[in-house]
Antibody, heavy 121, light 108 residues
Framework: EVQLVESGGGLVKPGESLRLSCAAS????????MHWIRQAPGKGLEWVSS????????YYADSVKGRFTISRDNAQNSLFLQMNSLRGEDTAVYYC??????????????WGQGIPVTVSS | SYVLTQAPSVSVAPGQTARITCVGD??????VHWYQQKPGQAPVLVVY???DRPSGIPDRVSGSNSGSSATLTITRVEAGDEAEYYC???????????FGGGTKLTVL
């Protein structure tokens, strides 16, 4: 059974940092493209970042570029999101998700349970 | 970037048919996926590749895609179908997924 379990969320002040982790199991993590997707309170889904199976290809939404860093440890079946210079608008539930389907037509059948991040003074 | 537009809300009576649309430029040439999200839960994939269903999704749920809109259709609507529904395509230019704004389905 595919499982994705996020951790590391919490309450931080503006300008502070936080590191999210996503522990994967039940599938070949090293062969999977992984994503972070977030959802602000009462809002829709917003893609944040993605990383290729090897970690060679990384993409970010403009809203987080230069502040967030995605990484992975295939030996530990783990995905990470280092979030620096956090802002109030980064307040959201953060999901890790595995990309499925054909390249450039992908979808997300497997999501973590989500981890809340609150940025407030 | 590619924009997907969904109506904020749709209401239907139990037993009736709900149709949730997703509008985008030439979306018929894209591959559309749909998610159901209930409060406090992670999204659940209900339709992928325009009209395929993951295992466990009832055949009351179907998708179609043509021209400038894609549609998620739920027949014989039940109280348990009440949720937010999101469409999603792949923005190949920027190599990232794009989500619609979501449609709240209310079962009267």
């Amino acid at each position: 059974e595919v499982q994705l379990v996020e951790s590391g969320g919490g309450l931080v002040k503006p300008g502070e940092s936080l590191r999210l982790s996503c522990a994967a199991s039940g599938f070949t993590f090293s062969g999977s493209i992984m994503h972070w997707i977030r959802q602000a309170p009462g809002k829709g889904l917003e893609w944040v970042s993605s990383i290729s199976s090897s970690g060679s290809y990384i993409y970010y939404a403009d809203s987080v570029k230069g502040r967030f860093t995605i990484s992975r440890d295939n030996a530990q079946n783990s995905l990470f999101l280092q979030m620096n210079s956090l802002r109030g608008e980064d307040t959201a539930v953060y999901y890790c998700a595995r990309e499925d389907g054909y390249r450039y037509k992908g979808y997300f059948q497997h999501w973590g349970q989500g981890i809340p991040v609150t940025v407030s003074s | 970037s590619y924009v997907l537009t969904q109506a904020p809300s749709v209401s239907v009576a139990p037993g009736q048919t709900a149709r949730i649309t997703c509008v985008g430029d030439k979306i018929g040439s894209q591959t559309v996926h749909w998610y159901q999200q209930k409060p406090g839960q992670a999204p659940v994939l209900v339709v992928y590749d325009d009209n395929d269903r993951p295992s466990g999704i009832p055949d009351r749920v179907s998708g179609s895609n043509s021209g400038s809109s894609a549609t998620l259709t739920i027949t014989r609507v039940e109280a348990g179908d009440e949720a937010e529904y999101y469409c999603q395509v792949w923005d190949a230019t920027n190599d990232r997924p794009t989500f619609g704004g979501g449609t709240k389905l209310t079962v009267l």
